[in-house]
C-alpha cells in the first residue's frame, strides 16, 4: 500500500482472492500500479518477472501475488 | 466442435508466440525467443512527425508481419497467406482451414476479442492468434495472451477479423505449408544477430536504431509544445509505459525477450560470451523499466515540468549510450 502512495483504503478491506484491477475489489488499481507492483517484487525480492503476460497473471490478486513469490524463492538456492 | 491436437502455450508476444505456436505444431521444435531473435525481432524506432500518427511516438521492435517474414527467410520454412475485401469469404476461408484440421493464424484488432476482459480491450489492430476449432459460430482460439484456450464468437471474430483504420487486418490468415528437412540453426541464429545489429547500429535513418532513441530523447523535451494541453500531456508521457511494458512487449521493450534468445544463442553457436551479453541485456532492460515506471509517475502526478522531461530524456539517452556500446560488442561475437 505504501508503494503504491494509497492511504486512504484500510488493507484489512482488501479481499485477497478478488481482482485488484478491473473494479469488484476495495482497492482498484491501473497501469501505473502495475508497473509499481513488477518494480517493488524486483527490488524487494531479487524476482524479475521478464514476461508482461506472466505478470499480468501474478498481479491478478493478493493470493497470486503471494504465491508467486513463495514459489519463486522456494526455487531459489539457499 | 472440430478440434484439432494443438498445443496451447502462452507466450511473451502475439506475433512470435503464434508463429512459434505453428511451427511446433508442424514439429519444429523451436522456442519463442529463438523466433524472436532469429527474425531480428529487436529494434528502435522514433517518429517524431509522421502522418500516421497524430503525437509522436515510438516502436521497440520491427514492423508487425515482419517476423513472420524474416523466420521464412533464415529458416526456409513457408506460410501459406491470404487476405480478404469481403468479410462472408474471409469467414468462410477460415471455416474451410480449420475443417481441413489446418490451425490458422488471424490477424485481429484486439478490442472486438470479448474473451479479453473488458478494461484490458484497446484498439489494436496487429493482434496475432491461432483458430484451432469451432462448432457452429464458436471458435476456440488458441492466444498466446492467455494461460488456456479460449472460445469466440463469430459475430466477433469477423468484426476483429475485418476491422478498419490504420494496418487494418482485411481478414488476414497465414497458416504453416512446409518445413523444410535439414534447417541451419547456427547460420540462422547468425543471421538474426547480424540483422538485429545493423538495423540498432547502421541503418542509415536518422530516427531508427541508436540514433532514433538519441532523437527521442532531444524531441521529448518538445512534446510540452506539441501536447493541446496538460491532460494530453500526461497521457502521451503514460503511454512510454505502455509502449514498453504493454502490448505485447514481452517486458521492458523486447528487451528481456532478446536477452533469453541471446542465452539459447549461446548455446548453439557455442560461444560464452552471447552468455555475458545476455547477462547484460537483462540490466539494460532493467533501466527500461525504470524509464516505463519514471513515465508513468510523472504522467499520473502531472509533474510534467521542464526538469522532469530532461530527466526523463536523460535516462532515454543512458539507455542509447549502453545499447550502442552493448550492440558493438555482439556485432563482435558473430
Avoid at chain 1, 485477497?16 to 525480492?45: C, H, W
Avoid at chain 2, 515482419?66 to 469481403?86: H, N, P, S
Avoid at chain 2, 462472408?88 to 490477424?107: E, V
Avoid at chain 2, 552471447?274 to 547484460?280: C, H
Amino acid at each position: 500500500m505504501s508503494t503504491l502512495a494509497i492511504e486512504n483504503i484500510d488493507p484489512a478491506a482488501v479481499d485477497d482472492e478478488k481482482p485488484l484491477f478491473g473494479g469488484g475489489n476495495a482497492l482498484t488499481l491501473d497501469s501505473v500500479d502495475a508497473i509499481e507492483i513488477i518494480m517493488a517484487i524486483q527490488r524487494t525480492y531479487g524476482i524479475r518477472i521478464n514476461d508482461q503476460n506472466l505478470a499480468r497473471e501474478v498481479i491478478r490478486s493478493v493470493n497470486s501475488i503471494a504465491a508467486f513469490i513463495t514459489e519463486q524463492r522456494n526455487l531459489q538456492p539457499s | 466442435m472440430t478440434e484439432l491436437d494443438f498445443k496451447h502455450k502462452m507466450a511473451a508476444h502475439c506475433e512470435s508466440g503464434t508463429i512459434t505456436s505453428l511451427l511446433n505444431f508442424g514439429g519444429l521444435d523451436i522456442t519463442e525467443p529463438l523466433v524472436f531473435g532469429i527474425s531480428g525481432g529487436i529494434f528502435f524506432g522514433y517518429f517524431h512527425k509522421m502522418k500516421s500518427f497524430a503525437f509522436p511516438t515510438f516502436i521497440v521492435r520491427n514492423k508487425p508481419g515482419q517476423m513472420r517474414v524474416d523466420i521464412e527467410k533464415r529458416l526456409g520454412v513457408k506460410f501459406k497467406t491470404y487476405a480478404f475485401k469481403d468479410p462472408a469469404s474471409g469467414m468462410t476461408a477460415l471455416d474451410d482451414l480449420i475443417d481441413r484440421k489446418i490451425p490458422t493464424a488471424c490477424q485481429v484488432d484486439f478490442f472486438y476479442l470479448d474473451y479479453v476482459p473488458s478494461w484490458e480491450r484497446v484498439h489494436i489492430n496487429v493482434h496475432f492468434m491461432v483458430v484451432v476449432g469451432r462448432q457452429g459460430t464458436r471458435y476456440l482460439i488458441s492466444d498466446a495472451y492467455f494461460p488456456k484456450m479460449v472460445e469466440l464468437e463469430a459475430t466477433s471474430l469477423q468484426k476483429g477479423r475485418f476491422a478498419g483504420g490504420e494496418m487494418s487486418p482485411k481478414g488476414f490468415l497465414y497458416h504453416l505449408d512446409r518445413i523444410p528437412t535439414e534447417i541451419d540453426m547456427k547460420k540462422a541464429v547468425e543471421r538474426g544477430i547480424r540483422k538485429a545489429c545493423f538495423n540498432m547500429l547502421k541503418i542509415p535513418i536518422p530516427f531508427l536504431g541508436i540514433r532514433g532513441m538519441r532523437m527521442f530523447s532531444r524531441k521529448i523535451l518538445e512534446w510540452p509544445a506539441i501536447a493541446r494541453d496538460t491532460e494530453h500531456l500526461s497521457h502521451e508521457i503514460m503511454k512510454i509505459n505502455i509502449l514498453l511494458e504493454d502490448q505485447g512487449t514481452g517486458g521492458a521493450g523486447f528487451r528481456y525477450i532478446y536477452a533469453t534468445f541471446l542465452q539459447q544463442a549461446s548455446e548453439i553457436l557455442n560461444k560464452s560470451e552471447l552468455r555475458d551479453l545476455s547477462a547484460e541485456l537483462m540490466l539494460i532492460g532493467d533501466g527500461w523499466r525504470e524509464i516505463s515506471l519514471f513515465a508513468a509517475r510523472i504522467g499520473k502526478n502531472r509533474d510534467l515540468g521542464a526538469e522532469k522531461l530532461k530527466q526523463l530524456g536523460d535516462m532515454i539517452r543512458d539507455r542509447a549510450d549502453v545499447e550502442e556500446n552493448f550492440f558493438r560488442k555482439l556485432s563482435k561475437t558473430v
